[in-house]
Structure formats: C-alpha cells, structure tokens
C-alpha cells in the first residue's frame, strides 16, 4: 500500500472512530492503519489540522517532516456513509 493511501485511509477511519468511540470494528481498523503507518511507513503523526477544503496531516518519516491534503469531503465520506446506512447505527 502506497504511503498516501495509507494515510488517506488512516484519516478517513479516524474521523470514524472519534465520530463513533464505541463501535469496536471502527476502533480495530484505525488501529490496522495506524500500525500499517508505524510498521510499514515509519510515519510519525504529528498533526491534523483542517484549512479550507483540506485535511492537513503533519507527519515525519524517519526525522524528515512532510504534509499531505485530503479533501474534507472524499474522507468524510466513509464516515457519512456509515451514518446514512440503518443497519450500521443499531447499537454497535
């Protein structure tokens, strides 16, 4: 997995998680993406920010700093998904 999807997919279930802290399979898949990013990548989150359109993840990879942009609306769109489906808001 390429490093910006990682990070595109880490971002999109992290909003998912916070959104939802107690829905155990959003909790497991943030923490599969994390490691993918750790283990994988060497990738240090540092921040996420938000600025106009964009998600601005601050990261370092082995002691070098980067950034990455994601729009607002393509990783919020799991999250809304999730919520716009019935059979996902039972009691999870």
């Given at each position: 997995?390429?490093?910006?999807?990682?990070?595109s997919?880490?971002?999109?279930?992290?909003?998912?998680?916070?959104e939802?802290?107690?829905d155990?399979?959003?909790k497991?898949t943030?923490?599969?993406?994390?490691?993918i990013?750790?283990e994988?990548?060497?990738?240090n989150?540092?921040?996420?920010t938000?600025?106009?359109?964009?998600?601005?993840?601050?990261?370092?990879?082995?002691?070098?700093?980067n950034t990455e942009?994601?729009?607002?609306d393509?990783?919020?769109?799991?999250y809304?998904?999730?919520?716009s489906?019935?059979?996902f808001?039972?009691?999870?």
């Amino acid at each position: 997995m390429q490093l910006v999807d990682a990070l595109s997919n880490w971002l999109s279930i992290k909003k998912v998680h916070e959104e939802r802290p107690h829905d155990l399979a959003a909790k497991e898949t943030f923490e599969f993406f994390t490691e993918i990013l750790t283990e994988d990548h060497h990738v240090n989150i540092s921040a996420v920010t938000t600025s106009g359109p964009f998600y601005i993840v601050m990261y370092d990879v082995n002691g070098k700093e980067n950034t990455e942009k994601f729009f607002i609306d393509s990783i919020d769109a799991l999250y809304e998904g999730i919520q716009s489906e019935p059979r996902f808001n039972e009691e999870y």
